[in-house]
């Protein structure tokens, strides 16, 4: 645990966050400044930086998560597209410095963004959360 990582607190329990899904290796929780409804974050539990000092196994779960939280976005809200996108130190945009893989649903014709620009608000989060939440159960994995 790095004790200024957010996400690290997060992880934690030191921080709020809207969880969605979480198992040994990673955590997924709905990100505060969604770029579209249903916007993911799903990081390993371990604190690693970046890709260039990530335990592969990690993002091998990180993966098969992918898989199983983009049938809980399609049948949640609909989504038509599915972005899955993971940056990598400043210079690619990487904003906040413990791994993590966006999982953003997209409609067509909206423009792909990567970041929001509003928070959204915590009832909005607990509400979608309730509904990503009842339909993994529905979903294998
Ligand atoms: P990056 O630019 O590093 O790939 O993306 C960082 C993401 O983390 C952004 O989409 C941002 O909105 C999100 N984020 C930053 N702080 C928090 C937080 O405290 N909680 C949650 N759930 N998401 C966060
Ligand atoms: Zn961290």
């Not at 959360?129 to 159960?137: I, K, V």
């Amino acid at each position: 645990m790095s004790e200024d990582c957010i996400f690290c607190r997060i992880i934690a329990g030191q921080a709020p966050s809207e969880r969605i899904y979480e198992d040994a290796r990673v955590f997924a929780m709905l990100d505060i400044m969604p770029a579209a409804e249903g916007h993911l974050l799903i990081v390993p539990k371990r604190h690693c930086a970046d890709i260039f000092d990530a335990d592969p196994e990690d993002i091998a779960q990180i993966g098969r998560v992918s898989v199983t939280l983009a049938k809980a976005l399609e049948r949640t809200l609909g989504a038509e597209g599915l972005g899955v996108y993971q940056l990598n130190r400043a210079a690619a945009g990487q904003t906040v410095f413990h791994y993590h893989t966006h999982l953003i649903p997209r409609w067509a014709g909206a423009e792909p963004r990567l970041h929001g620009r509003e928070r959204a608000s915590g009832e909005a989060l607990a509400a979608l959360g309730a509904r990503l939440r009842e339909a993994l159960t529905g979903i294998a994995h």
